[in-house]
T-cell receptor
Framework: DAGVIQSPRHEVTEMGQEVTLRCKPISGHNSLFWYRQTMMRGLELLIYFNNNVPIDDSGMPEDRFSAKMPNASFSTLKIQPSEPRDSAVYFC???????????FGSGTRLTVV | QQPVQSPQAVILREGEDAVINCSSSKALYSVHWYRQKHGEAPVFLMILLKGGEQKGHDKISASFNEKKQQSSLYLTASQLSYSGTYFCGTENETSGSRLTFGEGTQLTVNP
């Protein structure tokens, strides 16, 4: 299995631009999670999906952030407009069942200048 | 509610043992342990679900106390490859699948 696949690995963008992060979970995993990691705040859950349905988006910082999971094999996290404080590593993770161990993707390092 | 990890950092010589603790003020549904090396993604180590549970593989094991409020990760006869940041992630009865991670414990194993 190729694991959880995220793209791009690195993204540098200017403030105000739209950014889209992509994630392909492990086939057969029915839970998908988006986390953000920074030195100051550690690993923060942004949103999670179970069977493609958003269950908890209380961690999404504000309306500039949105996430979708149109099917079991693809999810996106969009930031529009981006701000310098959004700079972080964004991880996608999936798990086989709702309360199982997570497999993390390699992450997307986002820099907003 | 974020679990509290201790210590924040530990430095060992190869072959020494370490214990990392993770505690919560409320009873938990489960505790996960992950290791993250610099510049890489966190990697799942194990999950504990039952009060009083102990489990492990190789020389890394963990326990979950009877009240399900504290977990400890034990690293025995440490190897250079054990270096990294260890995170516990916790779920409570009402959090669903949502894991809340501790701040992490940075472990450095020197030759």
């Amino acid at each position: 299995d190729a694991g959880v696949i995220q793209s791009p690995r690195h993204e540098v963008t200017e403030m105000g631009q739209e950014v889209t992060l992509r994630c392909k979970p492990i086939s057969g995993h029915n839970s998908l999670f988006w986390y953000r990691q920074t030195m100051m705040r550690g690993l923060e859950l942004l949103i999670y999906f179970n069977n493609n349905v958003p269950i908890d988006d209380s961690g999404m910082p504000e309306d500039r952030f949105s996430a979708k999971m149109p099917n079991a094999s693809f999810s996106t996290l969009k930031i529009q407009p981006s701000e310098p404080r959004d700079s972080a590593v964004y991880f996608c993770a999936s798990s086989l069942f709702e309360r199982g161990g997570y497999t993390f993707g390699s992450g997307t390092r986002l820099t907003v200048v | 509610q974020q679990p509290v990890q201790s210590p924040q950092a530990v430095i060992l010589r190869e072959g020494e043992d370490a214990v990392i603790n993770c505690s919560s003020s409320k009873a938990l549904y489960s505790v996960h342990w992950y290791r993250q090396k610099h510049g890489e993604a966190p990697v799942f180590l194990m999950i504990l679900l039952k009060g009083g549970e102990q489990k492990g593989h190789d020389k890394i094991s963990a326990s979950f106390n009877e009240k399900k409020q504290q977990s400890s990760l034990y690293l025995t006869a440490s190897q250079l490859s054990y270096s990294g940041t260890y995170f516990c992630g916790t779920e409570n009865e009402t959090s669903g699948s949502r894991l809340t991670f501790g701040e992490g414990t940075q472990l450095t194993v020197n030759p």
